[in-house]
């Protein structure tokens, strides 16, 4: 089953979230929350499928798993606007190994990076 491990969100944010994409998608979708997570690695967040414990972060970060290229492209090109829009991360073989706390740092500094870019072309 599709599954989205989520960072930032509210519970009731993450909520509507999942009913969003299940609609975009036609498809059943899982949810996860790496909130209080950060010294897993991403393995054992998929594998353990912790608690939701959701909590608001300014930057809200959404990881697929198990998701077909095709249903990426959609969900990022048709992201339910009622929803605070997050960084998008696909996993690879070398970020699923690392520890949540350390893919946010990369994916925020790839984020810095890409605003700094967009604003000095």
């Not at 997570?37 to 939701?52: H, Q």
């Not at 249903?71 to 960084?87: G, L, Q």
């Not at 970020?95 to 984020?111: A, D, I, M, P, S």
């Amino acid at each position: 089953m599709p599954t989205i491990i989520l960072y930032g969100y509210e519970q009731d944010e993450a909520t509507r979230l999942q009913q969003g994409l299940q609609s975009l998608l036609e498809t059943e979708i899982d949810i996860l929350s790496a909130c209080g997570m950060e010294n897993a690695t991403v393995t054992e967040i998929i594998s353990m499928r912790p608690d939701k414990i959701f909590f608001s972060h300014p930057f809200k970060v959404m990881v697929f798993v198990d998701f077909e290229d095709e249903a990426i492209s959609k969900t990022v090109y048709n992201f339910p606007k009622e929803v605070s829009r997050p960084i998008f991360c696909g996993l690879t073989p070398d970020n699923v190994k690392w520890r949540f706390g350390y893919l946010l740092e990369h994916l925020l500094e790839e984020y810095r990076l890409w605003q700094k870019q967009k604003k000095n072309p």
